[in-house]
């Protein structure tokens, strides 16, 4: 995971802009690697990317330092997405969703690399009938890599309930790759 500097926590604190534009170029490609993800939506993505750096600065006086300071923006992204799927008519797959995952299913080449639009594709396809929480923990932790405990710290949750909704994400989606005719078994 990305870590900035100390000092320029410190600097941004202090209310100075220009360590803040170093904070905001560091950390947006990661906040909306997890709203694009979240939200299956790239524009309500760019929006929830201004959202979250707007909410760290207004608040990043009361930023603790103790806690590690990329998990803080985490769980400021996570929380902005959270309000807005509550506020988002459920996010349906779209027929074009299921060709572009069958179309990246069946690809050989497995270093290819995603476009954003794709990746809505196929997460749309793959988070149908998952639940909030279980799509948040599943982002946080297969999407974005997150350990456990960041998960943990992210979204408030304890180590069981982070567990049941990430087993929950699981045979969801599991199931829901067996409905396309993908062969999980293998």
Known sequence: MIQIE????ARCQQGEKEAFRRVVQTYQRMVFSLALKMLCDEDEAKDMVQETF???WLNIRSYDTKQNFVTWIYTIATRICLDRLKSMKHTVPLP???LVFRRYASDADT????ENKEWVSIVRMLAD???EKQRQVFTLCHLEGLSSAEVEEITGMDAKQV?????VARQTIRERLKQ??????R
């Open 180 to 185: 396309l005719g993908y062969d999980t078994d």
């Open 6 to 9: 100390s000092d320029i926590v």
């Open 129 to 131: 009938g998952l639940g």
């Open 111 to 114: 270093h290819r690399t995603l």
């Open 163 to 167: 567990k049941s909704n990430l087993y």
């Open 54 to 56: 707007i909410r760290v």
């Open 96 to 98: 074009d969703d299921e």
